[in-house]
């Protein structure tokens, strides 16, 4: 089944904790990116990457990292969390950067302490 | 400053009759068009899209109007089912279905039977 992975689902912090949050795509994708959902705001883009080794920041990316070391995986860091980064995050993938159609994780809700 | 505005953030329908979800454009280089379903709990899904030159595309009980000269589109759906309830976000991009996808607050659709 093609889909979209994150991990984990749920997750209660500490300010300064470091986190990582996984995501993985089944589908061969070029393309990988991370939201955040936030009420009255929407979708966020916080960094996106178009290959192995190509990552670019998004609308939202200060206190986040990413790194893009396999195609499959899209992993997002956070170094040291801090409350307003309480949130809930979303993968998503799509074939090439041209690509119609998104495909998004099932989200990961973040609570910083 | 949002780029893309839906500004009702509910709407409640009798099933049978139309949905017609609005999107607002603020950014003139937007040239590609998305919505997307959000089901509690999960990820957003794809559901139709338009690129600029176009101001019209269906998908079964799907249509997307684009109404350029006004930066608006609107998703109506028809005949509403139950199954329709959830969050719909518009989405928007410049350099057709190659940009980042900027997105609305959402609006949440109920279907009453």
């Known amino acids: 089944e093609a889909q979209v992975t994150q991990n984990p689902r749920y997750l209660i912090t500490v300010t300064g904790k470091k986190l990582t949050v996984t995501c993985s795509q089944n589908m061969n994708h070029e393309y990988m990116s991370w939201y955040r959902q936030d009420p009255g705001l929407g979708l966020r883009q916080i960094y996106y990457?178009?290959?192995?080794?190509?990552?670019d920041k998004g609308d939202v990316p200060e206190g986040y990292k990413v790194s893009r070391k396999e195609k499959r995986n899209f992993p997002l860091i956070l170094e040291s969390p801090s409350p307003n980064q309480t949130s809930l995050y979303f993968c998503?993938?799509?074939?090439?950067?041209?690509?119609?159609?998104?495909?998004f994780g099932p989200g990961t809700r973040l609570t910083v302490l | 400053d949002q780029q893309v505005k839906q500004n009702s953030p509910s709407l409640s329908v009798q099933e049978g009759r139309i949905s017609i979800l609005n999107c607002d454009y603020t950014n003139s280089m937007f040239d590609y068009f998305l919505w997307y379903k959000k089901y509690p709990a999960e990820g957003p899904t794809f559901l139709i899209s338009i690129s600029s030159i176009k101001d019209k595309n269906e998908d079964g009980r799907f249509t997307v109007f684009l109404n350029k000269s006004a930066k608006h589109l609107s998703l109506h759906i028809v005949p509403s089912q139950p199954g329709d309830s959830a969050v719909y976000f518009c989405?928007?991009?410049?350099?057709?279905?190659?940009?980042?996808?900027?997105f609305g607050k959402g609006t949440k659709l109920s279907v009453k039977p």
């Open positions: 990457s178009m290959n192995v080794e190509v990552t």
């Open positions: 998503a993938s799509r074939r090439y950067r041209a690509s119609n159609e998104q495909f």
């Open positions: 989405a928007a991009s410049e350099g057709g279905s190659q940009g980042n996808l900027i």
